[in-house]
Every structure is written in C-alpha cells, then in structure tokens.
C-alpha cells in the first residue's frame, strides 16, 4: 500500500469520513421519524 499522504493527515482525512457517515446516519434517522410522525 503506498502512503501519499503524512499519517497524520490521513488519520485526519479517515475520521472526517467517519464522522460524516456518521452525520449522514443521524441526518437519516431523523428524516423517518419525522416522516412517521406526519404520517
């Protein structure tokens, strides 16, 4: 596996996927509750 970028900043780089997936989830987790209560 070649490293293009500092460790450090792939650390960076992997947690923000991480962090936005997990935002992503949450985001999608609220839309189906407001989508049962409306209905």
Same mark, same amino acid.
């Given at each position: 596996?070649?490293?293009? %970028?500092?460790?450090? =900043?792939? *650390? *960076?780089? +992997?947690?923000?996927? $991480?962090?936005?997936?997990? $935002?992503?989830? /949450?985001? +999608?987790? +609220? %839309? /189906? =509750?407001?989508? =049962?209560?409306?209905?």
């Amino acid at each position: 596996m070649i490293k293009l %970028a500092p460790a450090g =900043l792939k *650390d *960076d780089i +992997e947690m923000r996927k $991480v962090y936005a997936g997990f $935002v992503a989830g /949450q985001i +999608e987790a +609220e %839309a /189906q =509750l407001l989508r =049962l209560r409306l209905i």
